[in-house]
Each structure stands twice: as C-alpha cells, then as structure tokens.
Nanobody, 119 residues
Framework: VQLVESGGGLVQPGGSLRLSCAAS????????MSWYRQAPGKERELVAF????????????NYADSVKGRFTISRDNAKRTVYLQMNSLLPEDTALYYC?????????WGQGTQVTVSS
C-alpha cells in the first residue's frame, strides 16, 4: 500500500488549495479514505472522511466541525485518487496533511503535504 499526497503550499488567508492523494497497492474503490492533519504541538486530527462506493456512486462524507462548509472531500476511483478541496483557508488550518486508509487490519499513512496559511 502506498499513499502519496501533493498539492500543499503557502497560501494567504481566505485562499484555496486542493490536495491530492494517489493510492496504489490495494483495491482503492473498496475502501473508505480519510484526510488527517497535524499542527505543531497538537495531536493528529481527522479532517474529512469519504466512504467507498460499494455498489453505487453515492458516497457518504463527514467533516470535522472546524472545516465544515469550507472543505470538500471527493474521490476518483478510476484515477485511484482522493482529493481535499480547501476554501476560505484560515491560519489555524496550517498543518501537515495526511492521507489515510485502513487495509487488511493495518493503518497506512502517506508522507504528508504541508499547508501553511499566512499573510
């Protein structure tokens, strides 16, 4: 299993970024996917979650209260990629963002992509 994040960077408050997580080594469409983040001195926290498609194209999503209405998680099963669209970014969104999947009783994390929100 390999997860590779990209798309982080430095952005001004109020700006937008789209993170991508390219997955390989497992049956991507069969697994729920998540984004987590960890700010300096803080614990890693769940940001957003999207279910696997199952037998249809309807996905369930869930978000941390702090990002509801600003962030959107989505997935492209053909590209084996999960995205996190982040709008109206705030300085407190500054963190290292990780992609996560639980496959066959193990947790897998990407290397993380840094998001810095600052003027």
């Amino acid at each position: 299993v390999q997860l590779v994040e990209s798309g982080g960077g430095l952005v001004q408050p109020g700006g937008s970024l789209r993170l991508s997580c390219a997955a390989s080594g497992f049956s991507f469409s069969s697994y729920d996917m998540s984004w987590y983040r960890q700010a300096p001195g803080k614990e890693r926290e769940l940001v957003a979650f999207i279910t696997s498609p199952g037998g249809n194209t309807n996905y369930a999503t869930n978000y941390a209260d702090s990002v509801k209405g600003r962030f959107t998680i989505s997935r492209d099963n053909a590209k084996r990629t999960v995205y996190l669209q982040m709008n109206s970014l705030l300085p407190e969104d500054t963190a290292l963002y990780y992609c996560y999947v639980h496959v066959r009783w193990r947790d897998y994390w990407g290397q993380g992509t840094q998001v810095t929100v600052s003027s």
